[in-house]
Structure formats: C-alpha cells, structure tokens
C-alpha cells in the first residue's frame, strides 16, 4: 500500500538507519571502510553514476529524520567513484560551527562557508539564516547553486518532512531527483499526496 501510495520509478528495501556515530562526513566514511553497506552502493549507482540531475535531494517522510545520516553516506562514497559532491543539510540549524570562509568559488557572496571536506565531497553551510533551508529564500540562491553546480558534479540536499514539503513546493528548484525515506506506521498518506504536488518520486527506500 505504502508503495502504490510513493509510486516511485525504482525501490529499494533497506536495514533500519542507525544515526549513532554518523555526524560527520568523516565519521560516515570511517563507518563504510568497517562496515559496508550494499544498499548505500546501490543508491551511488542510481544517483552519483552518470545522474540524470545535477541535484539529488534525500527525504525523510517518517518524522524521524535519517535524511543527513543517508545522504552522509552517499557523501563518503562519492571519492570512489570519482565524483565531486558539493551537500547541504536542509535542517541543520544555526548553531553549527563554519570552518572556513568559502572564498575559493570565484563571484560567489559570503553567504555560503565549509563545514567539512573529505575526498571529493565538501558539507557547505547558509550563514545568513537561522538554518540551512533558509538559503532557499536567499536573494543569491540561483547565483549561488549556479556556481557551486560548475565546481562540483553532483549537488546532494538532505530534507526531514517539513524541509521536503519545502523543497517540493518551491520553484527555485527544477530537475531534482528525489529518494524518499518511508517507514509503513511512521509515514502518513497525507504527507505523500502533499509530496507528489511538486513531482515524481525517483527513488523509494523502505524498512
């Protein structure tokens, strides 16, 4: 039912997320060197290889939340596959700490900094709201993702509910491939119907 409900192009069933230990781009690297995750190939395949958008959002629909943690780890895969990532965590909230002003991408305003950088995958926090999701109603988004999508291959966004409902419905955002995250019990029918207003799901990954 749940699948009928998502009509995705493609599925896939995956183990239950576990957040612990997954904060970081490097930490999600350390965990797929000790413990790799077949299902996080997979998604590399469908999403990084040869992707038919330069934008991929990863969404969560079961009010929990395990976006960052699926996108993190398609973040620290992408060094294998010869690919440049450029990732923002839509829900990330202000209190994080920016490393480094992001100077290097030429024109670009101080509106975006780097959180963290390992092989071929940089996390980019907005510094001019009260979380990340704010970039999207900047003045500079266009100027901004025009310039980070001619430096990096592949742009990779993590949503929980309320951001993806954000994303679908906005206009600044065009050609993205979206893979949902849904659980049967923890996501509601209404948030799907809500979800396909703003166009197909890509991807559907279910416990």
């Not at 077949?38 to 330069?54: A, G, Q």
């Not at 509910?161 to 893979?179: M, R």
Request: net charge positive.
């Amino acid at each position: 039912m749940l699948l009928r409900q998502l009509k995705p192009k493609s599925h896939y069933r995956i183990r239950p997320v576990h957040r612990d230990g997954i904060s970081t781009l490097k930490k999600a690297q350390e965990r797929l060197i000790k413990q790799p995750t077949p299902w996080i190939k997979y998604l590399c395949s469908e999403t990084i290889i040869n992707p038919d958008s330069s934008i991929i959002v990863v969404g969560d629909t079961t009010h929990i939340n395990n976006s960052s943690t699926i996108a993190r780890l398609i973040a620290a895969s992408a060094f294998e596959l010869g690919t440049s990532l450029a990732y923002f965590d839509l829900s990330k909230k202000r209190h994080f700490e920016v490393k480094k002003q992001n100077q290097e991408i030429s024109g670009l305003e101080d509106n975006i900094g780097i959180s963290e950088t390992i092989n071929g995958c940089t996390e980019y926090n907005y510094l001019g709201g009260n979380q990340n999701v704010d970039w999207l109603l900047s003045r500079s988004f266009e100027e901004t993702i025009n310039l980070l999508k001619n430096k990096y291959d592949v742009l990779l966004l993590s949503a929980s509910l309320d951001e993806l409902k954000f994303v679908c419905a906005s206009k600044k955002l065009e050609k993205v491939k979206l893979v949902i995250h849904a659980e049967k019990g923890k996501t509601k029918y209404c948030d799907i119907y809500e979800l396909l207003k703003g166009g197909n799901i890509e991807i559907a990954l279910t416990i």
